[in-house]
Each structure stands twice: as structure tokens, then as C-alpha cells.
């Protein structure tokens, strides 16, 4: 390991100003590091104790997700992918599992929505009391036709409950107190919850003298791959607590979005340290000259980091643990997270962003400080003079290289849809980041000619501009770096959002036909079970179709499982097709029956199926279904990828009941309509459903204000240390007349010209990446909002003349008497 020595402790105590924008840049590295890292192992780590399972030792449900294989011969891999809906365990496992030697008894758990004209509820069986503290109040068990509640009602009272079933009348059998719940007599709770012979879990109780863990082995034996078997804390994993949505949500925050946001921060960080060196070359020329070696050159170099990057990692942990916080709070606030779920401050998370900071710090050093170290010490002070012209042999073809992969990559990208355009779309942004980083001097140095000519115009303070960011291409390239990065980042987030709402507001608009949309009303449980069969009876009303939301899984070529948004519908495809007009491009929506299945285009070339060929489904709760296409429509993303019948639809989902209600006739129907939910329009429920999902795309923004921020501060920082190296200069130029003034407005136009090349690069970068990902997630172009896009480089232009022009006041200051004008 390196060894601080005098010169390096000589250099950061004299000169600490030099050393300021290299403690920041690292410092803001770690901080996003240690955001990221938290977050990724909370998601790893996160877990809920047990709830409702927590009086049963035991516990066995049907496994939660769907298997499939991917490659061949020694790259073949058994992969999986969560379940849309619930998966249940056949009615006869509950006797196998309670023959199992060392069981004293199996108890069903059975659970379903329930609900009245007010409130929604959970229904479940008496005998899951067993394992609940749930006791009577009053009254007695329910028999069929009977209820316990929790509601206020008294023993003997008449109540109508809407059950998966339908909607049924029920005797008050007694009370119970808690949280809102009805309870039913086992057979009649496995007819109500619309899966007659299935059950939800059980609860398993081993005999006095075994252990749960113990039990646990001889029951998973008996029950075999069917079920899933559950003990201690892990029979949390059980309950629908969306456990294993928050642990998505944050390893896809901490993981997918931590690697980009990293590399972003290495960038910035290695140009940071790479430009602090650069600015000392004259020092460093000036050691050779007076005899010290390339190694001792090296060593003083890699001893200042280790003087500074510690400190600044170490100092980088706080922010980067109150950023994780505050994003972690705010994403269980929006219910993204369970509020049982704690945020895991690791100290694996910390020790990884300190340890990739000071070795980020290290390898930036070192490469910066090869030329100066191998320069001969009588050539040392001349070359140190002026900046180096030709390209450098090792990073130019390097450059070259990573533009030719990011152009294929685009290439590429434009002719793949859905995950895999997307996939490819960020390797196009950060190949073309790459060759950036690698090619900067020569980008500001062709941009800094083209872009200088219109400053020529601007007088002898535009034309200085023009020369100085030509001559110094690599000042400028390290200045320009995070600016491109702050603008394509955050517009390939931003922008991808809005052209995926752009796209499925229109197609939402142009596929809802409907005279009316009937949903339910805010702060209501829902819409009735029998909303169909009421918005049929009511005057002037010619058709009545049910649509229910809800995902199905598809074998995507290339990718295994993916999932697909699906509608179920009621009635027949003829009705359908009165209230959507889905873009019908091959079949037919008339031919829809039970057994058939219509579906998106983009999502049929993903499968590649097409009309009169079956597709292989996995329903909600993972049964198999191998329906018969019968047409393909372009409208997938503002309806659904799938639509089936809500025959084939209901069986397999928790709640069967419709999401909206889609209805044709006569426009004074919708009075007579308002009894049964909130009546719209097709145009208000669109406008309704956008405002919706601008709340989910809440990530989205804060992923790119955190990249942005992050990249904005470091151009920041890089163009006040590029200003303040710059002091001689100044000084020059008072010295030979120029005029305070004139200074100030040299030092704005090459701020303008370096935010502006940073702008159009970037957004040259994010539309390479946006036109093939929006082509294939939307079969559209990017949809940029002027204002937006506006914002953002208004935003950079700001900041770029107040880093500039706030330095350059304070230098001139300080430095030799000019006159204003």
C-alpha cells in the first residue's frame, strides 16, 4: 500500500483549494453509493415478522411463482417469475398433510374480498380461528347461512355480504372483535370464495415433543413440489403483507438503477481527479526537471488520494445514509413498502462505497499522472506549457470502438421490442457515455470549432472564447463530460415516462368507444359484483360489458416467462367490440369466446403467434391455459396486451369482480347509471387514469433527479475548478488591457458554449436510446415535452454561467486592477 508522504502532505496542506473540487466530486460519489447500497441490501434483507400465521407453527401454500428454462447444455438455467394473482393448494392436500406422522392436526386457511354498500372486508372460514386470536364476543360459531362479524351488528340481525359468489343474504350467528372480517362455516367460505376445493394455506400443528423445523421437512416430503412449507419468521413469506413487491422495488432501485447511478459516479469522480492532476502539471514538470522520478511522481499522486479520498468517503456515508432514508420513507409512505419492513443500514453497503471511492480515487490518479511521470525532466517545464494536441493512441481507438458498439447497439435496439429494446437502450447510453469519457478532447475540440464560429460575431470577447476552448479541448472535455451525463440520464428517464403516457393516453382514447365508463366512486370498496347485470337494465342502455384488470405470464421468445397486462371481459366479443376498438389489425374481436384469446401486436411478435395458433398462458394463479388466437390488435398499451373472457378469467383470479363497466346508448342513460358507480365519459376516465399513473411514475422522477442532481453538482464543481486554475490567465489579460468587463464576458460565452455542447450531446445521446426503446415499448416516437425539455437545459445554462462567472468575479477580484469598460 502507498504511504502518504511529505510532498503529498506538503501539496494538500499549502494548496488546499486545488484538492476542494476532488474532495467534493468524491465525497458526492459515495454519497449515491451508499444510497444505492443500502437500499439493495435492505431489499435483500427485508422481511415482516409473521401476522396472521404467527399462532400456526407450521405452514404450507402453494408455491407463488412460475418456472421456465432458458439456454442449452451447460448454459441452461432454470429460471422464475412471480405470480400475478394468488396460487391455491388443492382441498385434499389439508387430510394428506394431517396423516403426516407427528401432526396433531392440519386447518385450512381460507380468505376472500367481502363486501357492502360501505366497506370492504376480508372473508374467512371459522376454522382459521384455530390459529387466529380471534374469539366471540357474543353468540355462537356460524353454521351455513350464518356470519360472525366484527361489524356492528347484533345476534340474529339479517346482512347482505357481495362475495366472490354473488351476492348473498346471511344470519348474524354472533360477534367477534378486530379489524373489519366476516367469518363463514368452512364448506359454505370454499363456495364464497369463487375456488370451491381449493384452499388459500394450511396451518399445520406437530405433536407435543416436535419441533416445527422437524415437521416442517416430513410435511414438505409428503405434500411434495406442490407446496411451499414455512416456519418461523419465514411465515410471513405466506401472507400477502407485498412483501415480495417492496423487496423488487428496492433491489431494482438498489440494484438496476445503484450500477447506472455508480458508473455515473466513477465518471464524474475519475474526471474530477484526472482534471485536479492535470491542473498541477507545471508542478509535476517542475519535480522532473529538479530530478524526481516517474515513480516518486506516481507515489506523491497516489499518497494525495489517500489523504483526501478517505476522508471524503467516509464524510460521503452520511448524506448517503440520509438519502436512503428519506427515499426509503417515502417510498413506504406511498405504500410501496410495508410498514413492518425496516431500512438495513449495512455496513457491507458502506464499506463497498468508501472502498470503490478511494479506488476510483487511486486508478484516476494514477492514469493521470503516467504522462507527467514519464515526460523528460529537460523536456518537462516546455511541454507542461501547453496542452497536448494529438489524440492518445490507447483511448482513441478504445473511443472509436465504443462508438461503433453503441451505434450497433442502437442499430440493434430499433428492430427489438418491449424488454428487449429497453435492455439494449441502456447500453446504448452508456456506450456512447463511454466514448465520451474516452474521446473528450477531440469532441470539444471539433464541437469548440463548429460551435465557435457564431461567437466570432460576438466581438473580441467571443472570438477569445472560440480560441481558448479550441486550444484547451481537454479543459473543455472535462467540463462537458458531466454535463452530458446530467442531460441524458435524466431525460431518458423523464422521457421515457412521458412518451409511454403520451402513447397510452391516445391509444386509451382512440380504444374506448363507450358512451359511458362506470367505476367505482371514491373512498367506495368497489364496484358490485352484479354492476354489469344493473348497467344492462337501465333505460336506453344497448350494451353492458364488465371489464376486469388483472396480468397474465407468456412465454416471450428469447426471454422465458414475461408478463402481460390482460382484461377480462363479459359477454361476447361482438359486445366487446361496441365499447373497444382495440386497432383490430388480423381476426376478428366477434370470434372472442371462452377458450379463445385476442392479443396485442407487439406482444404477439414477442410470443410469435399469430391468428389461429394457440399461446401458451399462465393465468393469475399459475394454472396453464393454451387458448386460440383469434385476433391481434395495436392498442395493447392503453387497453390491454391480452383480453379473454371473463369465463376463462374468473376461476383463476382473487377478485372477479369488474374494475369498470363499459356501457353503449342512448347519453341521458348515465342518470339511471349513477346507481350503480361514478359515471365518465371515454375522454374524463382517460384523463382520470393518466392522473393516476403520473403518482406511480413517482420513482421515475426522483431516479432522475437524483442522477441528474448528482451530475449537475459535479459539472458544478468541475467548471468552478476549471475557472480557478485559470487565474494566471485572468491576470494576463488585465495585464495586457483587457478590460474587467470584457473578461466577464469571454468567461459567459465559453460557459454558453461548453452548457451548449453539453446540452446537444446529451440530448443526442438520450434520443439514441429513446427512439429505439419508445419504438419498441410504444411503436412510437419519443414524445419530448417542450416545457420539460425546456426546464432542463434552461436549468444547465444557468448553472453553468453561475459556476463560471461567480469564480471568475472572485478571481478578478483578487487580482490586478481593470477597468470596467
Known sequence: MYVPNGLARAMVRFKPSAFAGTFVALLMASMIMTACGILLSTGQSASVPPGRYAGAPVVATADQRAYFTTGSGEQRAEKSVALPDTARLDNSLVAKAGSVPGVARAVPDISFPVRTDETAATGHNWGSTA??????????????????????????????????????????????????????????????????????????????????????????????????????????????????SAKSVLTGLGGSFGVIAAMVAVFTAAGTVALSVGQRRREFA???????????????????????????????????????????????????????VNLNV???????????????????????????????????????????????????????AAVVGGALLARTASHETGADAANLAMGVVMSFMVAVALLGPLIARACASLFGLPLRAAGAPGTLAAANSRTHSRRLASAITPIILAMSFSAVLVFLHSSTDRATEDQRRAGITASQVITAPPGAPGLPSDAVARAASVHGVDTAVGITRTSVLFPAVGEGLATASAQGFTGTGANLAKVENPGVRTGSLAALEPGTVALGTSLADRANVSVGKRIE???????????????????????????????????????????????????????????????TDAGGFATEQVLGEKVGAWSNFTMAAVLGGFAAVAAANTLVMTVLDRRRELKVLGLIGTTRRQTLRMIRWEALLVTGIGIVLGTAIALAALIPMTKGLTGETPYIPPLVYGSFAGGILVLGLAATSLPARAALRRGPSQKSA
Do not use: M
Not at 516517474?294 to 440520509?322: D, F, K, M, N, S
Not at 391480452?642 to 363497466?661: E, I, M, R
Open 346 to 400: 449495512s455496513w457491507i453497503a458502506l464499506a463497498i462505497a468508501v472502498g470503490t471511492t478511494l479506488l476510483t480515487a487511486l486508478c484516476a490518479g494514477y492514469l493521470a499522472a503516467r504522462r507527467p511521470a514519464k515526460t523528460k525532466p529537460g523536456l518537462a517545464l516546455a511541454e507542461s506549457a501547453i496542452e497536448r494536441l494529438r489524440p492518445g493512441w490507447i483511448r482513441t481507438p478504445l473511443g472509436l
Open 131 to 244: 390459529f387466529t386470536d380471534t374469539t366471540l364476543t357474543s353468540g355462537t360459531a356460524p353454521r351455513t347461512g350464518q356470519v360472525v362479524t366484527t361489524a356492528e351488528a347484533a345476534t340474529g340481525d339479517r346482512i347482505t355480504l357481495d362475495t366472490p359468489a354473488g351476492e348473498r343474504d346471511f344470519t348474524v350467528s354472533g360477534t367477534a372483535s378486530g379489524p373489519p372480517a366476516y367469518w363463514f362455516a368452512d364448506t359454505q367460505a370454499q363456495q364464497l370464495s369463487g375456488h370451491p376445493g381449493q384452499v388459500e394455506a394450511i396451518a399445520i400443528f406437530p405433536k407435543p415433543g416436535i419441533s416445527p423445523d422437524a415437521l416442517a421437512g416430513q410435511v414438505g416430503e409428503a405434500l411434495g413440489d406442490r407446496a411451499e412449507i414455512y416456519t418461523g419468521d419465514a411465515r410471513a413469506a405466506a401472507e400477502d403483507t407485498g412483501l415480495a
Open 617 to 679: 398462458l399462465t393465468l393469475p394463479d399459475g394454472t396453464k391455459s393454451d387458448p386460440t388466437v383469434v385476433a391481434t390488435y395495436d392498442r395493447g398499451l392503453g387497453l390491454s396486451d391480452v383480453t379473454l373472457s371473463q369465463a376463462d378469467l374468473t376461476p383463476h383470479v382473487t377478485n372477479p369482480a369488474p374494475a369498470l363497466v363499459l356501457t353503449s346508448g342512448a347519453p341521458n342513460a348515465a342518470t339511471g347509471l349513477a346507481t350503480v358507480g361514478k359515471v
Open 286 to 340: 517542475l519535480l522532473r526537471a529538479i530530478g524526481a522520478t516517474p515513480r516518486q511522481i506516481r507515489r506523491t499522486v497516489a499518497a494525495e488520494a489517500l489523504l483526501v479520498a478517505p476522508a471524503a468517503a467516509l464524510l460521503g456515508c452520511l448524506p448517503g445514509v440520509a438519502l436512503a432514508h428519506w427515499w426509503f420513507s417515502q417510498l413506504r409512505d406511498k405504500g410501496a413498502i410495508p410498514q413492518a
